[in-house]
């Protein structure tokens, strides 16, 4: 049960949003995240950006493939994906892949986007999961969290103002693989194009692992849904940017 005191910033409706903004540290985890309910959101008229924050040229076991190849496979594989759930305006911050993050880099980039395109949300993996390993994801999640946070204000990355780039106010944040759900989505209508964005993938993602993951994904999906009028969810935390600063009690709203 919430505490009464998340009562004092309303948890915002993702699906009212005309214009989000959607982060992955690589190639593919958006689909996997989120998927489904971006379809869903496209077909009922959002306008979505995603915006790929590192190349992917770690995401490979096999020491024979060139890293060069493997970056130009893994934008043509997002073309496709991205092509299945209907996003139409991709965005690359082309930094290296594999845990090496400049963190300052990173949110600038980040901040320049949203100045950009001057979306109502941003739809990021959550930095706070329990036990996520991979610091790229910790540190997009961090930089995408503070970027939408910060970016009204006009001395938030001071560069940026020199660019061109005047400051624009986000009022909500989304974060999938996240412990703490608030919100679940009814993708009944978009599931399967979920698991087909998810089939581009193939460099990461040889047949037994992608029908692992894919199996994962519909029981959890399944899971979720049992409390709503539907087969499959996807589950986000959605919060207000007013959660995002000392605000001790966001983590249960």
Known sequence: MKPDICNFFPIPDLLKTDQLLCIQPHPDDLEIGAGAAVARMIQSGTKVTCLTVTDGSAGTYDSSVSQDDLIQTRYHETLKASEILGIKELLWLGFADGGNLPYEEVRTGITRTIRKIKPNAVL??????????????????????????????????????????????????????????????????????????????????????????????????????????????????????????????????
């Open 124 to 253: 990021v993996c959550d930095p706070w999961l329990p036990y996520e390993a991979h610091s790229d994801h910790i540190r997009t999640g961090l930089a995408a969290s503070e970027a939408a946070f910060l970016s009204g204000m006009p001395y938030f990355c001071p560069s940026l103002l020199e660019e061109g780039f005047e400051p624009h106010t986000v009022s909500m944040i989304a974060f999938y693989y996240t412990a703490y759900p608030n919100t679940f989505i009814d993708v009944d209508k978009t599931w399967e194009l979920k698991l087909a964005a998810i089939d581009c993938h193939t460099s990461q993602f040889p047949p037994d692992k992608v029908n692992m993951l894919k199996d994962y994904l519909t029981a959890k999906a399944r899971e979720q849904a049992k409390k709503q009028d539907c087969e499959f969810v996807e589950a986000l935390k959605v919060l207000s940017t007013n959660h995002l600063h000392i605000f001790e009690d966001a983590w249960q709203c």
